[in-house]
């Protein structure tokens, strides 16, 4: 489940995954500079302040939760852009 609280210009991700790929997760986000943390509720907490970083989770979270042929169909699409 994804739900979105507005700050000021920032939006701010609260994302609901399984715990066991949380601090995987997490730890990506981090290596990529996007600011996130883990509250103890057992959300992830992703401040969303730029297109980029919207790619970047998104394309974060699809290496953990999309299939093989999802992969390869939005690689495909980036290929074409």
């Known amino acids: 489940m994804f739900l979105i609280n507005h700050l000021g ?5 609260i994302i ?4 066991a790929e949380r601090w995987q997760i997490y730890h990506r986000l981090q290596e990529l500079t996007i600011a ?7 959300s992830l907490r992703v401040h969303i302040n730029s297109v980029l970083t919207a790619i970047l989770v998104r394309s974060t ?5 999309a299939n093989r042929a999802d ?3 939005w690689l495909e699409q980036c290929w074409r852009l």
């Open 36 to 42: 996130c943390w883990c509250p103890d509720d057992g």
């Open 61 to 65: 979270l699809m290496q953990f939760f």
């Open 71 to 73: 992969l390869i169909d």
């Open 9 to 13: 210009n920032q939006k701010l991700q």
């Open 16 to 19: 609901n995954i399984p715990f």
